[in-house]
T-cell receptor
């Protein structure tokens, strides 16, 4: 079974600085997808960024980028120029690339990292 | 267009009562997921609907939990004889076709408190 581990329950960053959130995962599969979701106090989970395992290039979305190390099974999120609105819970998630019905369709989440942004 | 909606936003119930939680997915999305977010447990998968296929119920924690999806759209998660350990946020998500690389769009969740 696949597992996702986020080893930092809480992180803090100064506004305008850069912070990196860690995520490691365990899988025997070679093809899968990885995601970072943000959950503000409103509880709405919002997709931040996604990565296809078959792509070597790291995904980037504006101030958000990932460092995907497939061999190490590591998928960290870097937030540059942190803003007050970035304060939230961040969840790393895994999904198998197998595309038939079954529990492989669901996301497997880490326990989350609570990010605080100091003004 | 409108996102995933869930109702009620919050629900307080007494132990032993039944509750129904509703999810209205994004129009046209054929895949629908229920997750539970418990304090200290993170998010766990409950059930998955894809089109007209039989749902994947492998994540349901007990037979007190059931879900249905009518007309391929709205879904209802029912918890019978609620227990205090059922207290959690129940999140619903939908995606357009259920393929593995797709983004799952989440609703705001229903916070359930069982007294």
């Amino acid at each position: 079974a696949q597992t996702v581990t986020q080893s930092q329950p809480e992180m803090s960053v100064q506004e305008a600085e850069t912070v990196t959130l860690s995520c490691t995962y365990d899988t025997s599969e070679s093809d899968y997808y990885l995601f970072w979701y943000k959950q503000p106090p409103s509880r709405q989970m919002i997709l931040v960024i996604r990565q296809e395992a078959y792509k070597q290039q790291n995904a980037t979305e504006n101030r958000f980028s990932v460092n995907f190390q497939k061999a190490a099974k590591s998928f960290s999120l870097k937030i540059s120029d942190s803003q007050l609105g970035d304060a939230a819970m961040y969840f790393c998630a895994y999904r198998s690339a197998r595309n038939y019905g079954g529990s492989q369709g669901n996301l497997i989440f880490g326990k989350g990292t609570k990010l605080s942004v100091k003004p | 267009g409108a996102g995933v909606s869930q109702s009620p936003s919050n629900k307080v119930t007494e132990k032993g009562k039944d509750v129904e939680l509703r999810c209205d997915p994004i129009s046209g999305h054929t895949a629908l997921y229920w997750y539970r977010q418990s304090l200290g447990q993170g998010l766990e998968f409950l059930i998955y609907f894809q089109g007209n296929s039989a749902p994947d119920k492998s994540g349901l924690p007990s037979d007190r939990f059931s879900a249905e999806r009518t007309g391929g759209s709205v879904s209802t998660l029912t918890i019978q004889r609620t227990q205090q350990e059922d207290s959690a946020v129940y999140l619903c998500a939908s995606s357009s076709a259920g393929t593995s690389g797709e983004t799952q769009y989440f609703g705001p969740g229903t916070r359930l408190l069982v007294l």
